[in-house]
């Protein structure tokens, strides 16, 4: 065990500087960077012997005394018995009931990206007027079995429930905010239906207006298996290997404010192009029954918002928009209502090297 003073950077940025006559007795003789846990929370010690913890972020005030030791599933800090101690105990806990709220829900919390274990037409956390851009694909209602919801309501249901998300997100984007919309074109799985034309007039109700759709090629024909009256002009079913996107916007097309842009002019001339071309996302790669590929919320996120901007994810799933906010220079929010899903997502975060990124904030 060995005691230290939290430092002010420490606090804010949710690091602990192991000293360096405690490393060989806390450590012993270990291979840097580690991943580790504090108090049961995922943490990371980089090659400057510094614990990375979402968990540490303003968990103690500066100038606190801590002791920290390693056990068999992690490290364990706490506060040590001093005259602080009582101090920073009632401060700690008078910003826990002020933010009981808020870290009830929230799952993971670095500078730039919050993800929500939460239902997004029930959380209070997304203040109104806050968002920049929505990039999602929501559940489709074409029975893809998730974890811990329901995908295959009747169809005046599922209109339902979009109508009340699509509120919920008019109410927390901005006056210029925008939405990039991921949805089927239409299905026939339990029935044919015109999804993206339902859709769309339901969020023209709302409030939303239309500015346009992207057709998004897939290129993936190949998973076609219902052909209805087979060489036959009885009854055949025509399908579209295409989903699509449509954008909309709450009150003003152009941004109101000045930004910066970090799209590259091959890919606006591109992406500008109401046609995409790329591939899906393997299910079993990703270990979600229903991932996007990065590419997508990176071509939005690019061409309809500005470096620094907001972007909220409503339906988190495997947290694709967050690494795509995370590479792009972009903050994110995103909401799952699914725990494994938060865990599958963070996992992802890792592996992206969000907290290398976060390194590279330190002064």
Same mark, same amino acid.
């Given at each position: ?62 100038? /606190?005394? %801590?002791?920290?030791?390693?056990? !068999?599933? @992690?490290?364990?800090?706490?506060? &040590?018995?001093?005259? +602080? ?111 993206? /034309?339902? %859709?769309?007039?339901?969020?023209? !109700?709302? @409030?939303?207006?239309?500015?346009? &759709?992207?057709?998004? +090629? ?146």
């Amino acid at each position: 065990m060995i005691e230290k003073v939290v430092e002010k950077m420490e606090s804010q940025k949710g690091f602990l500087q192991i000293p360096t006559k405690s490393r060989q007795e806390l450590f012993g003789d270990v291979s840097l960077p580690l991943m580790t846990s504090v108090n049961g929370n995922r943490a990371r010690l980089d090659e400057y012997w510094r614990i990375w913890s979402p968990f540490l972020k303003n968990k103690f005030n500066a100038g /606190a005394h %801590v002791k920290i030791s390693r056990t !068999e599933s @992690g490290l364990l800090v706490e506060l &040590t018995e001093n005259k +602080n101690a009582e101090t920073e105990t009632k401060s700690t806990e008078e910003k826990q009931i002020l933010t009981q709220n808020i870290d009830d829900k929230l799952y993971f919390k670095t500078d730039s990206i919050r993800i929500l274990n939460d239902d997004f037409l029930e959380t209070n956390v997304i203040e109104e007027n806050s968002i920049d851009l929505v990039v999602t694909s929501p559940p489709y209602n074409v029975d893809v079995q998730y974890e811990k919801y329901r995908d295959d309501i009747p169809y005046d249901e599922y209109l339902v429930f979009t109508r009340k998300w699509l509120t919920k997100c008019y109410n927390v984007v901005k006056n210029d905010g925008r939405m990039c919309l991921n949805i089927p074109l239409d299905k026939n799985k339990g029935g044919q239906q015109s999804v993206c /034309a339902d %859709v769309t007039a339901i969020a023209k !109700e709302v @409030g939303w207006k239309y500015h346009s &759709t992207i057709i998004w +090629n897939e290129q993936n024909i190949s998973r076609r298996t219902a052909w209805g009256s087979w060489l036959s002009a009885s009854a055949p079913f025509v399908i579209a290997p295409v989903e699509v996107i449509v954008i909309l916007y709450k009150k003003t097309w152009e941004k109101q404010r000045k930004g910066k842009s970090d799209i590259k002019r091959d890919e606006f001339i591109e992406w500008t192009n109401g046609v995409w071309n790329f591939s899906g996302e393997s299910r079993n790669k990703i270990g979600h029954p229903s991932p996007f590929p990065i590419e997508l919320p990176r071509r939005c996120i690019k061409l309809f918002s500005f470096v620094g901007d907001t972007v909220l994810d409503p339906f988190l799933g495997s947290g694709t928009t967050m690494i795509a906010c995370l590479e792009n220079k972009r903050a994110g929010i995103g909401v799952e209502i699914n725990r494994n899903y938060c865990e599958l997502a963070v996992r992802r975060l890792e592996k992206h090297g969000i907290f290398q990124k976060k390194l590279m904030e330190i002064p």
